[in-house]
């Protein structure tokens, strides 16, 4: 029931809701969802190619671009619709598409990055996906959750609406595995806020055969 409600919620959003999609999101999160999103840009390679799954309205695609080759792509048209707008001048690309049929040639990427993604994001076909557009030891970057600190009523409000609509229990305890992938999660403090942040290589098969990869 709760998995439906989100899907319909994020629906909305992602659709009729796109083009108050920014504004909406930092008055909920009082502008930590801005800090959350750009903490990726910190876990790059110094140059190269950057696919970013899910893209929205192209924010993070507005900074990255300026350093590197950024190749956006989002399900929602309207999103992307926006994100063209919002990055009008930029080098940054944006394409409509699922993540299960990447439109991105095998060894193009350097890295993907992900923020705050649906489940299927990190599904086992897409990763199948992720790891055959990104070069040996190629990076993925997942901010998987974020969460506000507690402090003043208007953080500790809003702590109690995102635990009903999620769930009671902290996104913080998840432990999601990326099969194909040798990394690590941490914690990422912002200055309202914390962020759950994945940093990942693909793993080399030697490794894969070894039961090594996470």
Known sequence: MRSRLHRGAFQLLYTFGAPGYNRFTSWLFLGEWTEWQNIPLRHLPV???????????????????????????????????????????????????????????????????????????????????????????????????????????RRRWRRVVLRLFYGLESQFTMSPRFPGFVGTMSVTATPGGRALLYVGFTAKEQTLAAGDAS
């Open 47 to 153: 140059d190269g190619t950057v696919v970013e799954l899910g893209c929205g309205t192209g924010s993070l695609a507005a900074l990255g671009a300026k350093h590197y080759r950024w190749i956006g792509l989002d399900r929602s048209a309207r999103m992307i619709s926006i994100a063209r707008k919002n990055c009008n001048g930029s080098r940054a690309e944006f394409i409509i598409a699922n993540a299960r049929r990447l439109p991105i040639r095998p060894s193009e990427a350097d890295a993907v990055v992900a923020t705050f993604p649906a489940g299927e994001l990190i599904s086992a076909d897409v990763l199948a996906e992720i790891r055959r557009i990104l070069i040996p030891e190629g990076r993925l970057i997942v901010i998987l959750s974020g969460e506000l600190e507690p402090f003043g009523w």
